[in-house]
């Protein structure tokens, strides 16, 4: 501090007023800048940084669960504008202590929800009422602007085929009816909610949905993309796009990555299974540039030798022949440059083209 650097050459009183007059000069700049612009403090760029955070894991679980499609992301669909604050208000529920947790204080809550949280409080104790048939249903209309009245659950497929005296095919009616009513009832809460933020907050919405696009960005098959056809030798094909199970304790220099990692000379066969991922919590750097991660720089995992890098060191794609489907999929610019010249070598069918993904 200014002690320690000029402590030897400046008296205590001198140095006391040059803090004070940083101090002030500082509040002088943010209220001058204020004034003629809106200037956010610490405190709301950190609530809208977790409120980020929140639509992001909310995002990459809707495309797991296939809530929301790769080509929405990539079109930027604006159905998508509702649907994620609207299903994070449903995903922060559900999740003990996450942003959403209404057992903490309300000063906790990220400010864009403080003043629902009567209505948050209602939304939780029906959620815990419905089934995971009806969270679903839910979850898909939220997802898609459907009304859950014109859906159609299993338990309605389950009462059309009933059999049964009149008075319990009408008793096992009315009490679909009646839960139709419930997801109704919740469907317009949570759209409420959301879009009340989405209009009480509409620019700093537009930019916490932009950062979630830009963090699950979709890898779009438009240049360098591989084609290698799939070979009937692979054997229970998993999706690499599906983070791999926590168990696995191992560290990034245990890991037997084999003769596929992209840093290897060794790297003379194409690779027919899935790698293991290095867990996220091992890598704070990007294995490529060593950047280090952050916040809205994040970490991206190559998806034909596992490892983690930014989003610049995995600009390409490829489609891989254990995949499940012949859709591109990210891979790191090592893997790319030496499988591409391994396929040519080995004479795989293939197709490419040049560029790169933005």
Sequence with gaps: GINAEYGACYPEDLIDTLRWFDYNWAE?????????CPVKNTEELYQQHVTTILFSETTAIALKDQLISDEQ???????????????????????????????????????????????????????????SEEIR?????????????????????????????????????RVVAQRREVLQSLYVSVSSIADQMITNHAKDLRQMLQHTFKMN???????????VDKTDEIRQITSTCVEPSTSDHSTSEERDLGPYYCDDD??????????????????????????????????????YCGN?????????????NFTKTRSPVRVCDGCYTQYTTLVAAQGEPSSSSTGSLS
């Excluded at 002088?28 to 800048?33: G, I, K, L, R």
């Excluded at 960005?217 to 084609?227: A, D, G, L, R, V």
């Design 28 to 36: 002088f700049e943010f209220s001058y800048v204020s004034r003629m």
């Design 308 to 320: 983690i890098f930014c989003q610049s060191c995995t600009g390409k794609s490829a489609v891989l």
């Design 73 to 131: 992301m990539g079109s930027y669909d604006p159905v998508l504008m509702l649907a994620i604050p609207r299903l994070s208000i449903l995903y922060g529920l559900e999740q003990e202590d996450g942003l959403l947790d209404l057992n903490k204080d309300p000063s906790c809550l990220p400010v864009y929800f403080r003043p629902h949280i009567s209505n948050l409080v209602g939304v939780k104790a029906s959620l815990n009422d419905l089934t």
């Design 137 to 173: 249903v839910l979850k898909h209309c939220l997802a898609s602007s459907l009304d859950p009245l014109q859906t159609e659950t299993e338990r309605e497929r389950e009462t059309e085929t009933e059999t049964g005296t009149d008075e319990e095919v009408r008793d096992s009616k």
């Design 217 to 227: 960005q979709t890898i779009e098959p438009s240049h360098n993309i591989i084609m």
């Design 266 to 303: 060794n790297f003379t066969q194409i690779r027919q299974e899935p790698p293991t991922w290095v867990p996220d919590n091992e890598v704070t750097q990007c294995s490529s540039c060593k950047e280090t991660f952050t916040m809205l720089k994040r970490k991206h995992h190559c998806r």
